[in-house]
């Protein structure tokens, strides 16, 4: 098996052969990380001092023209070997101004090397002299499986800088998780199909209830891009089902029991046809059965209930509509508040900060979790995003809230292994849902004021709107 290639060696040959700059994609947070941690000690790395000085300057543009604190780029981990080597990791679990700042470099031409997950071939336009793909797969939700046409091209597709390079030059670093062979026969593959993403989630349901009634909804559906493919799909079942049946009443010589084996599958194909063409109505009555039983709406249209409900813009409308209806969130403090949503901001998979005793009482959390139970049975349990309870991210916002900066609250952060991205991730989520609880000024007005001074106090820079917008 062959040795993964190495980010010293691709960075020494990259500018022996005058390829630089170069983007060197990697199937993980981790890798990139240590890539970094390696080429800062390489010998030989670094850039002549002029050079240092040029991008050391760019640096200090960007932060003039983000208006962002200095020091949350400075004491960055990485900072050092930025400006020595000119070389960065660029991956989600950054914090966003540190992403920020290497795109502004690359596309400032004082960048040589930055290391990336493949999450920046798809979110960012700029390219590169050189591309160097170290796998022909990534993890996804169900594991690992190889990249589709579209990601290989995406990646492969930023090698070449308009104006400034004849060919662009993508090179394939083999080891052990890039075969020749998959990324020869992903290089012959077909753009994939076009594919709809629309989903009748309850949330969006009770959103589209403010302005539609559900027969109009049944409507707009029966005529959605995903009800279409859907459809397209079941006749090309039907029609191969039905070539099925015909072949095996020709062929005499099927009989018995495979005889029978043959018919079931022909039935089969026909079961998942009519599945097929009626999936996208059958998931909007699953929605409006739950939205029902919940109370939101009764003969198709909003309660009183639905209507101050769907004001809640937001993939959590109905656990925050829930939790106020039960009474959870009132007499919260604002870090109470703020610390229970955040509960339902984090994913389960991610490590959050776990350093400190946590001072949120269990049966807030405990109440969180009877209301997300409560939804989803009223679902039948078929809703497709898994939201849980997770006390580390309620934890990681009050500790941010608590946090004199970013910088002590980073060393907080390295010091219990979090990322910054990860931990930006769930502030800025959590901020997010607490504005649409603040929007609730008519129907819940002393909830609606605290859920506005919670949000104020975690949209600190480098969280802060302006900032991000910017």
Known sequence: MLREFAAT??????????????????TARRQCDADIDAIGTMRGGA?????????????????????????????????????????????????????????????????????????????VDFPARSVIITAHSKRGADGFGVLTAAEFQQMSGRAGRRGKDVVGICLIAPGAFSDARVVHQ????????????????????????????????????????????????????????????????????????RRKKAEKRVRRMVKEAEDLEGKQAVQLEVALTGLTKLGYIENGSLTVKGQWAANLCTSLVLELAEAIESGLFYDLSVEELAAVVGSIAGDSHRNYFSLKKNPIKPEYFQAMQDVVSRIKESFDNRQTTEIGVVPDAALTVLTWMESDSWVDFAGLLRLAGVAEGDAARVIMQT????????????????????????????????????????
């Open 9 to 26: 060696s691709v960075l020494r040959e990259l500018r022996a052969d005058n390829l630089l700059p170069a983007i060197l994609f990697r």
């Open 47 to 123: 850039l002549p001092p002029a050079e240092q000085e040029i991008l050391e300057k760019e640096v200090w543009a960007v932060i003039s023209k983000y208006s962002i604190e200095p020091e949350i780029l400075t004491k960055h981990p990485h900072y050092q070997t930025l400006i020595t080597v000119g070389a960065g990791a660029h991956h989600a679990g950054q914090l966003l101004m540190w992403r920020l700042l290497l795109e502004e470099l690359m596309s400032r031409g004082v960048l040589r090397l930055m290391i990336a997950t493949g999450t920046v071939a798809a979110g």
């Open 186 to 257: 992903l290089l012959q593959r077909p753009p994939e199909p076009l594919r709809s993403a629309y989903f009748a989630a309850p949330s969006s349901v009770l959103n589209l209830l403010k302005f539609r009634s559900a027969d109009e909804l049944r409507y707009i559906v029966q005529k959605s891009l995903a009800a279409f493919l859907d459809r397209k799909a079941g006749l090309k079942l039907r029609e191969e089902s039905a070539a099925l049946d015909e072949s095996i009443k020709q062929d005499q010589t099927i009989v018995g029991e």
């Open 431 to 470: 901020a997010d849902h607490l504005s649409q609880i603040a929007r609730l000024e008519e129907s819940h007005p002393p909830l609606a004021a605290t859920a506005s001074e919670a949000r104020r106090r975690l949209l600190r820079p480098p969280l802060s709107e302006a900032l991000i917008e910017g």
